[in-house]
């Protein structure tokens, strides 16, 4: 009975952490995602087919997202106390990932107009099922006149 008492104050324990976890100034981290992105010089050097290749791979990470299945409420509590007693906040980090990946694509995909290549409609491929077949430009590159 010892042991079974002892289990069920830690997951209490536990679970209480995790109530604490999302509160407190500046928890939602709204305030920290980035609004646009400045591509670094090695990034301009970058050719038609490099950044294809980039774009791509990011697509296929984010797509998909109204997709996926969210865990239940108990397994996000759990969580939430597990990156509470490690001092991780990996739905956080997920979250912040995914906004700050659009910005870059989004920028990644404007260098590609400004080189004259073949771009994405990002809208439509991260709206996408993971599922479907990797993304390639499909708006044709605009003409020199």
């Known amino acids: 009975m010892t042991g079974r008492a002892i289990i069920l104050l830690l997951c209490g324990g536990?679970?209480?952490l995790?109530?604490?976890?999302?509160?407190?100034?500046?928890?939602?981290?709204?305030?920290?995602l980035p609004q646009g992105y400045a591509l670094s010089?090695?990034?301009?050097?970058?050719?038609?087919?490099?950044?294809?290749?980039r774009i791509q791979v990011r697509l296929l990470a984010l797509r998909g997202e109204t997709y996926k299945i969210q865990?239940?409420?108990?397994?996000?509590?759990?969580?939430s106390a597990t990156s509470a007693a490690l001092g991780t906040d990996t739905a956080k980090n997920a979250a912040v990932r995914t906004?700050?990946?659009?910005?870059?694509?989004?920028?990644?995909?404007?260098?590609?107009?400004?080189?004259?290549?073949?771009?994405?409609?990002?809208?439509?491929?991260?709206?996408?099922?993971?599922?479907a077949p990797t993304p390639y430009p499909t708006i044709p590159a605009r003409k020199a006149s």
């Open 71 to 79: 865990p239940s409420a108990a397994a996000q509590s759990m969580r």
């Open 14 to 16: 536990f679970t209480g």
């Open 99 to 131: 906004a700050t990946d659009r910005p870059v694509l989004e920028a990644y995909n404007a260098r590609l107009v400004e080189l004259g290549c073949p771009s994405f409609d990002l809208g439509k491929e991260l709206e996408a099922r993971p599922s």
């Open 18 to 32: 995790g109530g604490c976890a999302g509160s407190g100034a500046g928890a939602g981290g709204d305030g920290l």
């Open 41 to 53: 010089a090695e990034e301009k050097a970058l050719d038609c087919r490099r950044l294809t290749g």
